[in-house]
């Protein structure tokens, strides 16, 4: 789950956590069917947590569920936005995304999998790891390090590349060069030279915990 204040009486931690319970559960249904079939009992009794509990936060069962995703993304982009932070160069920021995006299949499956999904229709929304890339390629675009028009646009063609590369990932296994080459062929879309794409695409990254 993502990181979140801590709410300041007990009454709102204890809902707070029944909260969280619930779209946790809904996380690991989506992770292993990609499917919100499942009945609300079938959810409450994954989550520990009473039936009528439910009601309580959702009103049906796909608001559930598009928290689920929501959580997901966001605790995604947190995990991206701490793996950048000391980058300065938007090209460096957006390859790095792009290369560990391929890399944390292998250590965080069950975010990976709602990615790949779900994440397509998520890619314009207002949490996650949608606003972040358009932040970043916009930093770019402003900067003059990226040559784009709509940044929008650039962002729907990104977003389905990398989803794109994870339905690829789970039918055939690549090897986490295949990363390296999808942010050579982005930062080369986004108006790099050859070259320079190539060297920012390879560089050392950061270990993953």
Known sequence: ??????????FERRRARTRQALIGAARQILAETGESAASIQDIA?????GFGSF???????????????????????QLLD???ADLDDPADVFATS??????????????TQIVRLRGLSHVHADTGL???????LE????????RIDDSTIALSAIGGAIIGLLQLN??????GKAGDQMAELMLRMLGLPLEEARTIATRPLPELT
């Open 82 to 84: 701490s793996y950048t």
């Open 139 to 146: 930093v770019g675009k402003v900067s003059g390090r990226f």
């Open 98 to 111: 792009v290369r560990l995006t391929l890399r944390l299949a292998a250590t965080h499956p069950e975010i």
């Open 170 to 175: 789970t039918d055939t296994e690549l090897p």
């Open 45 to 49: 009794e994954r989550a520990d947590v």
């Open 1 to 10: 789950m993502y990181k979140t204040s801590e709410p300041a009486n007990r």
């Open 55 to 77: 009601y309580n936060h959702f009103s049906t069962k796909n608001d559930l569920f598009d928290a689920a995703v929501g959580d997901a993304l966001e605790e995604y982009g």
């Open 130 to 136: 949608g606003p972040r890339a358009l932040r970043d």
